[in-house]
Every structure is written in structure tokens, then in C-alpha cells.
């Protein structure tokens, strides 16, 4: 059994979805089941259309929804043509748009979002799209069956960012995906979906369709968990910021983990742990070259001192200072519980004898917890920072990798320096606007130059 994994660019639109149903059905052997983004950008028109609604603008809103019911009714068209299953399908996808219409007009009633509406609205992009692409391969004679992702990730109810119940999704998935990979059908789902107990609606949080395909992996102990995506793979950085980025051709989990975490959006930075627990190679596929070799993530490859770069803007820069820290154990428990009440988590720590700064990739409850951090002492925030991330096994081995990467940033600014425990995650806390360019010398400098 395998898990293939299409995000949005990969079902944009009918031609796209006709690509997905030749990559799967050139693996049928494999069994391999399917799990599917909304059809691209569809995420983002939905929250935006609920954000309207809530803001008063329920014309507006109105308007972005019948966009997007016409571009699925469009493309469900354009794959099924006039067959009775089309018409099925138009009529569930006018249902579920005059649904999200009433619950525009009780969001514009409400004059507030809360993060469980949010979820309800997100959500439906890939429950329509796992439902065309479902339809797509019977339209082309393979036995695929719609698996509403609801009744297989089980979740908590922490919307807009739940979390797996790893126990409950394992027994769903072998329950709901089993039996019918065994009758030789091919299960088809939407990714970042979930249900909290009740079955309410969740999301696994932004770009969670990779998680859902690893825990779904996991659950069913799949041999293989395929990312299908619109790169040739895992690069030595994001082709859109480095057009000449590389292919890496292996690449190991903890590797991959670290690069997904700070800033390569390729994967989400959840789908390692599920594939490392049961030991499953995650690769990294293009679906517009289904030919490619693709990237393969697992527990060992070939010792780098620098495999990859990473970049994140928008970060928030946090330092406190307290003359109290001065031989105060518990201290820095006392200062990470802040972070932990407010569901915050940091991302770069450094601390002296009397500071500690600390970065921040969700402001969202910065005002609460700058409140609270100032019972320590005093607190100064950035808010127009990045980071940038040299990531690689080697690094450590010797101290090039680091004084390279440091020369390499020339006259760029730098706040904060951390190697990781595990040493092979070198950060550099920087200005937000010098990300870009720290990235490219940061790349020439150990992929360009044969270093
Ligand atoms: P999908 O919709 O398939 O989930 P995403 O947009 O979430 O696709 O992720 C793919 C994008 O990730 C690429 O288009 C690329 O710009 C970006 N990316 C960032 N870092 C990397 C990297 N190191 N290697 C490959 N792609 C990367
Ligand atoms: N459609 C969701 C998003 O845009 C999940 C995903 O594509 O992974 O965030
Ligand atoms: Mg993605």
C-alpha cells in the first residue's frame, strides 16, 4: 500500500486532475490511495470570501463564492462531461455552495469569524475536489471510492490548527480504507480535513494535506508516502527564490524536517514525524514530470556538511532582558510557559546570563504574551525580522559550514546565531527584507562555487 499525495497546482483545474489519474493508475499494484488539496488557490478564495461575509461585505463575499462554484462546477464539466455521475456531482456542489451562501449570510449577521466557522468554510475545498477527483478515475473506468475525510482524521478541537488523535485515525483508517483497498478500489480523500469528537469540522492548518497524507501512511502502514507537487522534488532551496536551486536526490528525515520547518513550504512541517515513527520513505514527486526521479527522504543518505537552504520572513523578534535571571533556576520554564500558555511556539532561542531572545513564526497572541513576559523584566520587539537556515548532517564536522555561511552574509546584519542540538540546523536571525538576498549568497556560496 502507498499513499499519493496531489497538492492544489497538481488538481488545479481538469487537465491537471487527468495527469493525477494517470500517475495513480500507473501504480495500481502498489494499491495506492489518494489524497487531495482543494483545487489550487481554492483555499485561499475561501477564507478570504469568510473573512468578507464577517467584515459586512456579504456582496462581495457572494461574488467570490459563485466564482468558485463556477470553477468546480466548470472543471467537474470538463472531466465528466454530461454523464448522470456529473450531474450528481453538480448538484452536491450547488448543495454545499448554497450552504456556504447561509453560512456567509450568518457570518455577516455574526460580524465576527470564530476559528471553528473558519474551518467549516476551509474545508470544503477538498471536500469537493477529493469528490471530482474521485469521479474523474471512474469517468476513466477505475473503481475509486469518495472517503469523506472526516470519518478517517480524527482530531481535537484546537480549530484552525487541530491536532491527530494518532490512536482513533489509525483505527479509522484500517477500517475505512482496508476492505476497500482489498476489493482493488482506489479510496480517494481530501487532505487537511479532520473531525473533532462529534464529527465538527477541522483543519490540520495550512498546507496540512502533506500531514494527512503521512498520518494516513502511518496508519495503514503504507511502504511509501508520495508527495505529488509542482517542483521536481526537495531543491538545495526554493526554486522561486533561487531559480538555478538544485534536485537533491536523497535526503534524510531529520534533514527534511528541519528544511520544512524553517520556510520550505514543500512540506508541511508535521508529515516527517508520522513517517519516521514507522520507518516509511517519504518522496517528493513532480506531477507535471511523472518520469522525474524525484526526492527520497529516509532515515540515512549521504553525509553533507550543507544539503539545503531555508528562508522565512515575517518572523517576530522577541528579547527580553531581566537581571533577575541571574542564578534563578526555573527561570527559563517560568519565561517558555508564557509561550505555551498563549499556544505560541518558538522557533530560535538564545539566552545570556540576564536575556533571552527567541523567535516567533505566529504573532497572532503577541500582545498577550508580550503582557505577560513583561512581569520579567523588560521586553523589546522586532517584528520585521527572517530567518535563514543552513541545514545539513555535516555541518559540525568541522567549523567551515558555520564560519562559511557567516561570511557569506557579507554586510547583512545579523541578531542571533544558533546551531541546533542535533547540529545540523545552522540559523541566522536577520532582517526581513535581507531573507532574499541571504539566501542567494548563502546558495552560491555552497552550491554554486563547487564549496
Ligand atoms: P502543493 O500545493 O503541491 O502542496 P506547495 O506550494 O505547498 O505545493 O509547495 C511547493 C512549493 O514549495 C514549490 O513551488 C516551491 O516554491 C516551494 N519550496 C520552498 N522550498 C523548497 C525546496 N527546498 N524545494 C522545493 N520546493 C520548495
Ligand atoms: N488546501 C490547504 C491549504 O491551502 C491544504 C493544503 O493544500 O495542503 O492550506
Ligand atoms: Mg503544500
Redesign the pocket.
Known amino acids: 500500500m502507498i499513499v499519493c499525495k496531489f497538492?492544489?497546482t497538481s488538481v488545479a483545474d481538469a487537465e491537471a486532475i487527468a495527469r493525477v489519474v494517470d500517475v495513480v493508475v500507473s501504480k495500481r499494484v502498489s494499491l495506492p490511495v489518494v489524497v487531495v488539496?482543494?483545487l489550487g488557490g481554492a483555499?485561499n478564495q475561501l477564507l478570504a470570501l469568510a473573512r468578507k461575509a464577517a467584515d459586512g461585505e456579504l456582496l462581495a463575499a457572494l461574488q467570490l463564492l459563485e466564482l468558485l462554484r463556477d470553477r468546480h462546477l466548470r472543471e467537474a464539466h470538463a472531466l465528466l462531461g454530461g454523464t448522470a455521475e456529473a450531474e450528481e456531482l453538480a448538484t452536491e456542489i450547488g448543495a454545499s455552495f448554497d450552504e456556504l451562501a447561509h453560512l456567509a449570510e450568518a457570518l455577516r449577521t455574526l460580524g465576527y469569524l470564530t476559528p471553528r466557522s473558519l474551518d467549516t468554510v476551509a474545508a470544503l475545498?477538498?471536500l469537493l475536489s477529493s469528490q471530482i477527483v474521485a469521479a474523474a478515475f471512474r469517468r476513466h473506468g477505475h473503481p475509486a471510492v469518495w472517503v469523506d475525510a472526516r470519518d478517517v482524521m480524527k482530531t481535537n478541537d484546537a480549530f484552525t490548527r487541530a491536532e491527530p488523535d494518532l490512536e482513533a485515525i489509525a483505527l479509522a483508517a484500517r477500517e475505512q480504507l482496508l476492505p476497500l483497498l482489498q476489493q482493488g478500489m482506489i479510496p480517494v480523500m481530501g487532505?487537511?480535513v479532520g473531525s473533532a469528537p462529534g464529527r465538527i469540522t477541522t483543519t490540520l492548518g495550512?498546507?496540512?494535506?502533506?500531514y494527512s497524507a503521512s498520518l494516513v501512511g502511518a496508519a495503514i502502514d503504507a511502504t511509501a508516502i508520495e508527495i505529488w507537487t509542482d517542483v521536481d522534488g526537495m531543491l538545495t532551496a526554493d526554486p522561486r527564490v533561487i531559480p538555478g536551486a538544485r534536485l537533491i536526490e536523497r535526503i534524510s528525515f531529520d534533514e527534511a524536517a528541519e528544511l520544512a520547518a524553517f520556510g520550505a513550504k514543500v512540506l508541511?512541517p508535521a508529515t516527517i514525524a508520522p513517517a519516521v515513527q514507522r520507518g516509511i520513505p517519504v518522496y517528493v514527486f513532480n506531477s507535471r514530470k511523472p518520469e522525474g526521479r524525484g526526492t527520497m527522504i529516509a532515515f540515512d543518505a549521504p553525509r553533507l556538511p550543507v544539503r539545503a537552504i531555508a528562508g522565512k520572513r515575517g518572523t517576530t523578534l522577541v528579547k527580553l532582558r531581566s537581571s533577575r535571571m541571574l542564578l534563578a533556576p526555573g527561570f527559563l520554564r517560568r519565561v517558555f510557559e508564557v509561550f505555551e500558555t498563549h499556544r505560541t511556539s518558538v522557533d530560535v532561542v538564545t539566552t545570556s546570563e540576564v536575556s533571552v531572545s527567541v523567535t516567533l513564526d505566529d504573532a497572532t497572541n503577541l500582545a498577550a504574551i508580550l503582557q505577560d513576559l513583561a512581569a520579567f523584566g523588560d521586553v523589546a520587539v522586532e517584528r520585521r525580522s527572517g530567518i535563514v537556515a543552513i541545514v545539513g548532517a555535516g555541518i559540525a564536522d568541522g567549523s567551515r559550514a558555520m564560519a562559511d555561511a557567516i561570511a557569506a552574509l557579507g554586510p547583512i546584519p545579523v541578531y542571533m546565531a544558533s546551531l541546533s542540538a542535533t547540529g545540523i540546523n545552522f540559523t541566522l536571525v536577520i532582517d526581513d527584507d535581507q531573507v532574499v538576498p541571504a539566501m542567494q549568497r548563502l546558495h552560491a556560496t555552497f552550491f554554486e562555487r563547487g564549496s
Open positions: 497538492g492544489g488539496s482543494a483555499t475545498g477538498e487532505g487537511f495550512r498546507g496540512g494535506s502533506d508541511h
